[in-house]
């Protein structure tokens, strides 16, 4: 599987980005799939992360009522819409892909994920 984050930018604080991933090499109907993102000097955090079917998802208490995870399995693509940016997301973040097995909190682990996409820069302004 490979996976191409997009939609990454310079934004000003309460502003909005949506970012996308696309999948290719295989579809991802059967994969979970997740957003994380890093900060210069940080350790790669989570973000949010979603079933296969798009029914169930996980988000970082950081993000919750701001950010929301949905997924297109037709279009092979997953998005992440963030609203009321903060300074505090500004990040490079990555969108991820884990054969699905079972959707629990362990999605919110980056060592649970197989596939990786390059990462998408995102600069909130103050």
């Known amino acids: 599987v490979q996976l191409q984050a997009s939609g990454g930018g310079l934004v000003q604080a309460g502003g909005s980005l949506r970012l996308s991933c696309a999948a290719s090499?295989?579809?991802?109907?059967?994969?979970?799939m997740g957003w994380f993102r890093q900060a210069p000097g940080k350790e790669r955090e989570f973000v949010a992360s979603i079933s296969e079917s798009g029914g169930t998802t996980y988000n970082a208490d950081s993000v919750k009522g701001r950010f929301t995870i949905s997924r297109d399995n037709a279009k092979n693509t997953v998005s992440l819409q963030m609203n009321s940016l903060k300074p505090e997301d500004t990040a490079v973040y990555y969108c991820a892909a884990r054969y699905g097995l079972r959707f629990d909190s362990s999605s919110r682990i980056p060592t649970a994920y197989e596939y990786w996409g390059q990462g998408t820069l995102v600069t909130v302004s103050s």
């Open positions: 090499g295989r579809t991802v109907s059967t994969y979970i």
